[in-house]
Nanobody, 120 residues
Framework: VQLQASGGGLVQAGESLKLSCAAS??????AAWFRQAPGKAREFVAA????????AYVDSVKGRFTISRDNAKNMVYLQMNSLNAEDTAVYYC????????????????WGQGTQVTVSS
C-alpha cells in the first residue's frame, strides 16, 4: 500500500484545515492519522475501518476532528476544526490490514508527513 498525504499548512487558532491521503495498492483494513510534535512521541489521532466506516478518536480531538473515507477514490480525509496551538505537529497517514488500533507500531504502511502549524 502506498500512501500520499497532503493538505497541511499554517493556520490561525480557531480555523480549519482538511488533510487528504491517497491510498493505492492492496486492500486496506484500517486507515488512520497520527501526529508527532517536536520532542514528543507519535500520537494516535483518528482511525477509520475501511469496510464499515466505524471510527475512533483520541479524546483531545473528539468533536473537532472528523475522519472519513471515499471508497471509490481510495481517499482518507481528516477534517480539523477549531484548531489550536496544541494541534501543531507533523501529521501522518497510516494503514494496516487489520482492525483499528491506536499503537502506531502496529501499522504496516505509512505516508510521508504533512506539517500542520497553528498560530495562536
Amino acid at each position: 500500500v502506498q500512501l500520499q498525504a497532503s493538505g497541511g499548512g499554517l493556520v490561525q487558532a480557531g480555523e480549519s484545515l482538511k488533510l487528504s491521503c491517497a491510498a493505492s495498492g492492496r486492500t486496506i483494513g484500517t486507515a488512520a492519522w497520527f501526529r508527532q510534535a517536536p520532542g514528543k512521541a507519535r500520537e494516535f489521532v483518528a482511525a477509520i475501518r475501511w469496510s464499515d466506516g466505524s471510527t475512533a478518536y483520541v479524546d483531545s480531538v473528539k468533536g473537532r476532528f472528523t475522519i472519513s473515507r471515499d471508497n471509490a477514490k481510495n481517499m482518507v480525509y481528516l477534517q480539523m476544526n477549531s484548531l489550536n496551538a496544541e494541534d501543531t505537529a507533523v501529521y501522518y497517514c497510516a494503514a494496516r490490514k487489520g482492525v483499528a488500533l491506536r499503537d502506531h507500531s502496529r501499522y504496516e504502511y505509512w505516508g510521508q508527513g504533512t506539517q500542520v502549524t497553528v498560530s495562536s
